[in-house]
T-cell receptor, first 107, second 120 residues
Framework: GIQVEQSPPDLILQEGANSTLRCNFSDSVNNLQWFHQNPWGQLINLFYIPSGTKQNGRLSATTVATERYSLLYISSSQTTDSGVYFC?????????FGTGTRLQVFP | GAVVSQHPSRVICKSGTSVKIECRSLDFQATTMFWYRQFPKQSLMLMATSNEGSKATYEQGVEKDKFLINHASLTLSTLTVTSAHPEDSSFYICSARDKLAGGFLHYEQYFGPGTRLTVT
């Protein structure tokens, strides 16, 4: 099956800093999503991005499908950005989740 | 956006009893729903795929007789943990894909808020 690795595993930032999270996957995919899991466990959809670049406010994402990686950019981080960020990929109707990046933003 | 609900959000049960978790798509029809399990500080692991009107497909290593899945309508799937034991304690999350969105291989999944199961 597809292997999905995320880096870094942990990230500690001060409010206002920028960061880049990476997702590498081992096979070609038709689907790729980025999620933020808040402290209560809810997964929030950030981007559906099997290829190309998208932006939503302070967040943007880029997927280079031919090179099997995706990047999530967070600019001007806020304490409410804290939580775990997952990418999930699939080439069937299923999603395989990555290992996650745990982000802590301090004031 | 698409909303998926789960009920209950938290449940505590005694060892040997069964627990039913409901997953509903509130504003769209879902021919396919998925059930995941997440242990503390770990990623989500897919347990099974629930298809409306047909039997669920279980991932390797998931006991289908312990985790009974029923997808009786286009907006409701249920997961029943039978004869629960403490090792079944976990965070269970469902997701759904919009029947009308995209094609079979190009669609977005929407996730419920999860159910925290504790078996004593």
């Amino acid at each position: 099956g597809i292997q999905v690795e995320q880096s870094p595993p942990d990230l500690i930032l001060q409010e206002g800093a920028n960061s880049t999270l990476r997702c590498n996957f081992s096979d070609s995919v038709n689907n790729l999503q980025w999620f933020h899991q808040n402290p209560w466990g809810q997964l929030i959809n950030l981007f559906y991005i099997p290829s190309g670049t998208k932006q939503n406010g302070r967040l943007s994402a880029t997927t280079v499908a031919t090179e099997r990686y995706s990047l999530l950019y967070i600019s001007s981080s806020q304490t409410t950005d804290s939580g775990v960020y997952f990418c999930a990929v699939g080439n069937t109707d299923k999603l395989i989740f990555g290992t996650g990046t745990r982000l802590q933003v301090f004031p | 956006g698409a909303v998926v609900s789960q009920h209950p959000s938290r449940v505590i049960c005694k060892s040997g009893t069964s627990v039913k978790i409901e997953c509903r798509s509130l504003d769209f029809q879902a021919t396919t729903m998925f059930w995941y399990r997440q242990f503390p500080k770990q990623s989500l692991m897919l347990m099974a795929t629930s298809n409306e009107g047909s039997k669920a497909t279980y991932e390797q290593g998931v006991e289908k007789d312990k985790f009974l899945i029923n997808h009786a309508s286009l907006t409701l799937s249920t997961l029943t943990v039978t004869s629960a034991h403490p090792e079944d304690s976990s965070f269970y999350i469902c997701s759904a894909r919009d029947k009308l969105a995209g094609g079979f291989l190009h669609y977005e999944q929407y996730f419920g808020p999860g159910t925290r199961l504790t078996v004593t």
